[in-house]
């Protein structure tokens, strides 16, 4: 695949009120699930909404053009306009998720009578959990229960408006939107702050990593700990499920993302973060390449990482070294886009990069993997009357 192509570039729009350090660093950034809309933590207690109509060709253009004539623009087309959530304390977790459609005759619905509408949650400093809806800017709750950071979010994706947050104060909580915010569980087990945390696509797992050397693994149905995953020499600080449930990725201050079967607990490989000294001038300084976050692509045969060493990889799922990297500024997160094509980062000093990320044509072989994995576990496929070699392809042994 070609090298990644930085397409453009969003700053925060504001002076930084408070000491840089602790509010200026992009720490999340979030597509909505159909694409439409894209969130960032700029900082400055502020959330930006971008409306996201956007083609590669005119995401190009969007980085050239100057901010008033395409506001103008904007209004000339009758298009959704940029939207700014006032959240009154530093943004650290974002998460998007589709309202279902209002029922005539329910009790006070977040948006109109027969139309879906998209939430936002945003996890702040002080521990609350504000949830936005995205079109009127209006704040649907105030979820209370966490005592410091609530660091990252994830709603479940089949619509079901169940949202779990994990904060520094070591705990995971788990929040019912449907039932007016109520909270269902609190999952302990941690013993550090707790950085990340990832709901499977089929919601039957989650999991959680703090700052330890194993992430936990934690069943959706019973809010019970499933296994330790024990592999990594440092913290574990990033992880995700593949689009079929079937992979997870778990990425360390230990250089190195781990892949596993959820199911087995078993490691399928290690991908190393090696330092490509020839790609960036480091001058005199010393960089590690301390992980800070990891990704699937849509179709689930890539990866993405970014690491302290300034590098955006991009890793393909058969191969044990990048097939792609990209300099950028000090990188905190990336996500790509629900509909592949390009990947987001967020930086330290607040900014917002979009870069091209390989387009690829899944074979009909992946595609019935995906289809059979989307609802079969591991052991389901190893009980299944077919060749040794069929089911090490199903279950991810070989590609």
């Known amino acids: 695949p070609e090298e990644p192509v930085l397409l453009a570039e969003l ?14 660093e992009t720490w999340s950034v979030a597509f909505s699930p159909d694409g439409a809309w894209f969130a960032w933590s700029q900082g400055h207690c502020v959330v930006k909404l971008i409306p996201w109509p956007l083609g590669e060709a005119e995401l190009c253009k969007t980085s050239e053009r100057k901010s008033r004539s395409s506001k103008a623009e904007a209004r000339s087309r009758g ?5 700014t959530l006032e959240c009154g304390q530093i943004v650290w977790g974002l998460a998007f998720s589709a309202w279902p459609v209002a029922e005539a005759g329910e009790k006070d619905p977040p948006c109109a009578v027969g139309l879906p509408c998209l939430i936002l949650a945003t996890g702040l400093n002080d521990g609350q959990i504000k949830v936005w ?3 009127t800017g209006h704040l649907l709750f105030s979820l209370l229960g966490h005592q410091d950071v ?9 619509g079901s408006l169940i949202l779990v947050s994990a904060s520094r104060d070591k705990t995971l909580r788990v929040w019912d939107l449907s039932r007016d915010g109520r909270q269902v569980q609190v999952l302990s087990g941690h013993v550090q702050w707790v950085y990340c945390c990832s709901i499977s696509p089929d919601c039957s797992m989650l ?9 936990l693994l934690w069943s959706m149905r019973s809010y019970t700990l499933i296994r330790r995953l024990e592999g990594h020499q440092s913290s574990v600080v990033s992880c995700d499920f593949s689009p079929d449930s079937a992979l997870l990725v778990t990425a360390s201050y230990d250089a190195c993302v781990i892949m596993w079967d959820p199911y087995t607990g078993e490691q399928l490989r290690t991908l190393r973060h090696v330092p490509l000294h020839s790609a960036v001038d480091y001058s005199s300084e010393v960089h590690t390449s301390s992980l800070r976050s990891v990704c699937f692509s849509p179709e689930g045969l890539y990866l993405a990482t970014v690491a302290d060493d300034r590098l955006l990889r991009i890793w393909a799922l058969d191969l044990r070294s990048p097939v792609a990297f990209a300099p950028m ?9 629900p509909h592949g094509g390009f990947i987001a980062t967020g930086t330290r000093d607040g900014h917002v990069q979009f870069w091209t990320a390989p ?3 899944s074979s009909l072989k992946h595609l019935c ?3 059979l994995r989307t609802f079969l576990t591991t052991y389901q496929v190893l009980a299944l009357p077919i060749p040794r070699k069929l089911k090490e392809f199903l279950t991810y042994r070989t590609f």
């Open 11 to 24: 700053k925060p729009g504001r002076p930084q009120r408070y000491d840089w350090k602790s509010s200026c």
């Open 150 to 158: 609530v660091r990252d979010l994830s709603f479940a994706p089949n």
């Open 207 to 215: 999991c959680s990593a703090a700052g330890e050397k194993s992430a």
């Open 359 to 361: 387009r690829v044509l």
């Open 329 to 337: 500024t000090n990188g905190l997160c990336c996500m790509y886009f």
């Open 133 to 135: 809806e995205v079109q």
């Open 369 to 371: 993997r995906k289809a």
């Open 79 to 83: 298009v959704a306009k940029e939207k």
